[in-house]
């Protein structure tokens, strides 16, 4: 069985660093790609940033170099570096695993990050 499970939400003052991690259990980690989105109230869910399973990335305009994915597969662990965080960012982030060999891609919950002064 799959799980997906985000930690490392909360509240940041503009400027500030976090650190978002996604445990993913099922024996899949290692050949799925992983992605980090994020949701706010009244949006559809957009994507922030991907990795293969390569360790090639992608990312959204708006990171413009804030954000970095990074993945440790002995740990089954996808990560998302968030500097010089915003207020626009504060959001819902969801974590997004494709596996190469499945037909169903999977969903964490969410963790809230939010942006405040």
């Known amino acids: 069985q799959v799980q997906v499970v985000e930690s490392g939400g909360g509240l940041v003052q503009p400027g500030g660093s976090l650190t978002l991690s996604c445990v993913v259990s099922g024996r899949i980690f290692s050949t799925s790609a992983m992605a980090w989105y994020r949701q706010t109230p009244g949006k559809q869910r957009e994507l922030v940033a991907g990795?293969?399973?390569?360790?090639?990335?992608n990312y959204a305009d708006f990171v413009q170099g804030r954000f970095t994915i990074s993945r440790d597969n002995a740990k089954d662990t996808a990560y998302l570096q968030m500097n010089n965080r915003k207020v626009e960012d504060t959001a819902v982030y969801y974590c997004n695993v494709k596996p190469m060999f499945r037909p169903n891609e999977y969903w964490g919950l969410g963790t809230q990050v939010t942006v405040s002064t």
């Open positions: 990795i293969t399973n390569g360790g090639t990335t």
